[in-house]
């Protein structure tokens, strides 16, 4: 323990990860985000029902209320059971890994691609820098959900396609933090002195200022996780985003939607709590890295 | 600022022709709409002049052609589904979203100025921390479940307001509005709240954040030593230059409202252009998507448009830069 306190007061990153959890918000965001993750990563083995299976469903057990015994008596649906008799909790956790592959998925793929862009802006300048920021803007101010409901009815329904349409609309927010991040790193003094000592442009790119924009992207990427997660709910919700074969959360809630009228709340109810949930969690945590990694905020 | 006015609207006619070009070729990909649209039952000969009433025996080039002759008469086709003018229909059902789409926006100033004016007068008061980690709850709800979870309380459970439909309408200057009878405001609510949830966090944390900023400025601590009551430098000197960015974000916002209003439409079954808009990419209703999309970024521009403008007269130092 010493040792870890001594690392937490005197490193650069030990104080970042003490300033990190000194919000009490951010640390309870952190933790949920924890639970999520591992509940996703280990599907199989914390859940007493592969919702995909269709041997394990009981078309019997449909829309029993939670606390409900199966009605082979060994299991407690303590979320409930769906209109195919699915365990709700069950559905709820592989519903999660779907939500979480198509946010972390299309994050890290729009990231990468949209630094790349970005970076590149910044490097060549001129004519073509000012060519790219123009595609950049357009793709901003133009309403996501429209765009994402007609590149979906172009490619189909489909994990992947989902993941294709989100990277689409989403390179363009890192291509302008890259950018802009990238124009203000290349003003510093330490590319200056790197600068005099005959290195390429390229390398000094790579290895000077790319690592410097990380902080700001890392940022963005966080939030637009929680943002693809929401996209990817809403857009399965009006039936155009995953297959009925793998219901992410979006989709549970959807098909609790016929149900609700009669009274049968928790088929929609319960995961668009844990969607709920999952979102705050990742709103929470990049709410505090901008403040963490923002050296401008810190006393 | 002729010059610059010139150049904004060169550059959203610019927008608007790539956006018309790439609807049109890349619906024309996703199928074929006399699948869909001729019934089975129809001999060679009724079909082809079925298709050829829609105008889809040309090649997709003459069809482009033809359309861009149209659309410079404000002509952008009729529905294949409705058969009536594209740009008629979707002004018979925009009202409805624009009516939608405005309640939710005064919700969200009158409910979030004064909570983030108060958050950023006394940002350590409970009150302002608690309203604070609400707004992160708005921003993070997700509306489609959120609409059914309202239509769960208040409508299943409780029974105090309508679920779907627009109810009642009463007409005002040849338009049917909800807001106009008791009735329809009880439809109305629902679905407005819905939509205004996350625009109150917005505006919430714009206002908190350009009340912090303010506060602190010399003027408004001259106003205070002159001894004006505390309401009145709160109002007049505070409360009046956060007014500005706020201002922007909103006009912006009322944009994305009604492009966003898709899935409020879809959940409360508003009759809107939303809802028109889904079906008929559902249809391949080509005419009506490729003019919906026109529509909305032709708003979208406008009121970028009207932003700037007002942005440049409400802040004179915005009004010197642009001068230079």
Known sequence: MGRISAWLERSHRGRMV????????ATFGFIVLLIVVILAVFAPFVTPQ????????????????????????DLTYWLGTDGQGRDLYSAIVYGLRISLLVGVGSALISAVLGSVIGLFSAYVGGKVDALIMRVVDLMLAFPTILMALLILAYIGKGVTNVILTLVVLEWAYYARTARGQALVESQREYVESVRGQAIPRWRILLGHILPNCMPPLLVVATLQVGRAITLEATLSFLGLGVPITEPSLGLLISNGYQYLLSNEFWISFFPGLALL?????????????????????QK | MAAWLFHRIGQACLVMFAMSLIVFFGLHAIGNPVDILISEDMNQEERAEAIAKLGLDQPLTHQYVAFVKGAATGNLGKSFVYGIDAVELIFQRLPATVELAVVALLIAIVV???????AGLKPDNWFSKLSMAGSILGFSLPVFW????????????????PASGRG?????FGIAWSWLTANGWRHLILPAITLALFKISLVMRL????????????????????????VRVVVRHVL?????????VLGLELGSTIAYAVVTETIFSWPGAGKLILDSINSLDRPVVVAYLLVVVFIFVTLNLIVDVLYKLLDPRVRLQGAK
């Open chain 1, 18 to 25: 003490a300033d990190f959890f000194s919000s009490w918000t």
């Open chain 1, 50 to 73: 592969n919702p995909y299976d269709l041997t394990q469903i009981d078309v019997l057990d449909s829309r029993l209320a939670p606390g409900s015994e199966s009605s082979s008596g």
């Open chain 1, 277 to 297: 949930l999952t979102i705050v969690a990742i709103n929470l945590v990049g709410d505090q890295l901008r403040d963490v990694l923002n050296p401008r905020l």
């Open chain 2, 112 to 118: 979030g100025v004064p909570l983030g004016l108060f």
């Open chain 2, 146 to 161: 959120l609409g059914l979870m309202f239509i769960m309380v208040f409508s299943v459970q409780l029974g105090w307001l």
């Open chain 2, 168 to 172: 009642e309408t009463r007409e005002l």
């Open chain 2, 207 to 230: 206002t908190r954040a350009g009340v912090r900023e303010i506060v602190h400025q010399d003027h408004v601590r001259f106003a205070k030593a002159k001894g004006l009551s505390s």
């Open chain 2, 240 to 248: 009046r230059n956060t007014m500005i960015p706020l201002v922007t």
